[in-house]
């Protein structure tokens, strides 16, 4: 049965005496809701980032029209085959190379040269993701309409 009495009328050790000062369970229950939320979504985001799978451009070289030149490095835990997206883009964000590399069983970590032929200088060099073929999820090329993508890799 209720307190006929709100705790802002009785004295404090009245209120205390008949338990009207103590929180309500709702609030600590709730309050308790959000932190166990936040604390699983934290770890998702944790594991869901800290994938088995690093990929860095170490160099890349520009010196022709035509192609660009890329090293890079990849981090895997295993030795499991990878498929490795390369993207080289223009000063305006367009594509200008796009290729799809694989990269064989073996060692943890591996350095590749790639010869990534484009349709124009390029301004920027990176890998788009590196994972196991049938779990590779990149952005597509981004190529102006109408403009084919050049053939994979550059050779003489």
């Known amino acids: 049965m209720p307190s006929p009495f709100r705790k802002d009328q009785l004295s404090p050790e009245m209120a205390h005496r008949y338990g009207l000062d103590r929180a309500p369970w709702g609030t600590a ?54 498929d490795c997206v390369i993207r080289a883009q223009d000063r305006t964000h367009i594509d200008t190379g796009y290729a799809t590399t694989s990269i064989a069983p073996g060692a943890s970590t ?6 990534l032929r484009t349709i124009a200088p390029a301004f920027t060099v990176e890998v788009l993701g590196c994972a196991p073929p049938d779990e590779l999820r990149v952005a597509p090329p981004q190529f102006p309409p109408g403009v084919v993508a050049p053939s994979q890799p550059y050779s003489e």
């Open 29 to 82: 229950v709730l309050v308790l809701s959000v932190i166990c939320v936040f604390a699983a979504v934290l770890g998702w985001i944790g594991v869901s980032m800290a994938s088995g799978v690093r990929a860095r451009v170490l160099t890349w070289d520009d010196s022709a029209t035509d192609h660009v030149t890329v090293e890079i490095e990849v981090q895997r835990d295993g030795a499991a085959a990878l």
């Open 110 to 115: 591996v350095r590749i040269s790639y010869a």
